[in-house]
């Protein structure tokens, strides 16, 4: 069965940095695109960024510029940098991943910036 398992989330100032990863565990499978979301308190949750397995990326208008998404295929894992970290960037931040035909999501990281 996969999983996909997240870290790297925690506390940091405005203007920091954290880099978020998400690794599929499992038996041998073909993962397509993955992305992160994220949920705020008492807001619905939002897409931040997806990419391709070509590697194609898109973001959010509210990161752009501050945060990139990428992957290592051999690791199945995708990467989430996030700088110049603003207090409403605060949140639990979620992968979320094609696996074969199915969309599985991750467990979640929290991530929060202080003032």
């Known amino acids: 069965q996969v999983q996909l398992v997240e870290s790297g989330g925690g506390l940091v100032q405005a203007g920091g940095s954290l880099r978020l990863s998400c690794a599929a565990s499992g038996s041998a499978f073909s993962i397509g695109v993955m992305a992160w979301y994220r949920q705020a308190p008492g807001k619905e949750r939002e897409l931040v960024a997806h990419?391709?397995?070509?590697?194609?990326?898109n973001y959010a208008d509210s990161v752009k510029g501050r945060f990139t998404i990428s992957r290592d295929n051999v690791k199945k894992t995708v990467y989430l940098q996030m700088n110049s970290l603003k207090p409403e960037d605060t949140g639990g931040y979620y992968c979320?991943?094609?696996?074969?035909?199915?969309?599985?999501w991750g467990q979640g990281t929290q991530v929060t910036v202080s003032s």
């Open positions: 979320r991943a094609l696996v074969g035909s199915l969309w599985l």
């Open positions: 990419i391709t397995s070509s590697s194609s990326t």
